[in-house]
């Protein structure tokens, strides 16, 4: 901007390309998107599926739950199939079935309290959801 004030109009420069081929998009045939996997759906008691309304909460449908035992969330996973190991100090190892070839995941208990507080329960839904695709409705009760 100069001095005085006043804005000088100035030509927009473009960057010519120089490597390759440029794309152009195909309009006339986009491309096709693969329809989405349905994720199975896991039988649970009627207990754990208390369990998993509280990790995979949806805020918009109810009022949020209070905190959840920390035994509920252990028979919650037992329930769906996991082999549960108490490792060193809070840690604890869910090993998924092996027939599911899926990896297993650890979870710290809580302390002082052995209850988990609502955040905390999100955000190990979250962790679930991620490793192993899990939503609120992989859950039903059938036994």
Request: net charge positive; aromatic share 10%; glycine share 8%.
């Amino acid at each position: 901007m100069p001095r005085n004030g006043t804005i000088m109009n100035s030509p927009i420069k473009t960057k010519v390309k120089t490597r390759g081929q440029p794309v152009v998009p195909n309009i006339e045939n986009p491309p096709t998107i693969a329809p989405t996997e349905i994720a199975p759906t896991i039988e649970v008691s009627k207990r754990a599926c208390k369990v998993f309304s509280v990790l995979f909460h949806n805020p918009a449908y109810e009022s949020p739950p209070g905190e959840l035992p920390w035994s509920e969330f252990l028979h919650a996973l037992q329930s769906a199939g996991f082999t549960i190991q108490k490792q060193y100090g809070s840690a604890w190892m869910f090993t998924p079935p092996a027939d599911s070839g899926q990896r297993g995941i650890t979870f710290h208990e809580p302390h002082p309290s052995n209850k988990i507080p609502y955040q905390m329960a999100r955000r190990l839904g979250r962790r679930l959801e991620r490793v192993y695709g899990w939503t609120g409705e992989t859950f039903i009760n059938g036994r």
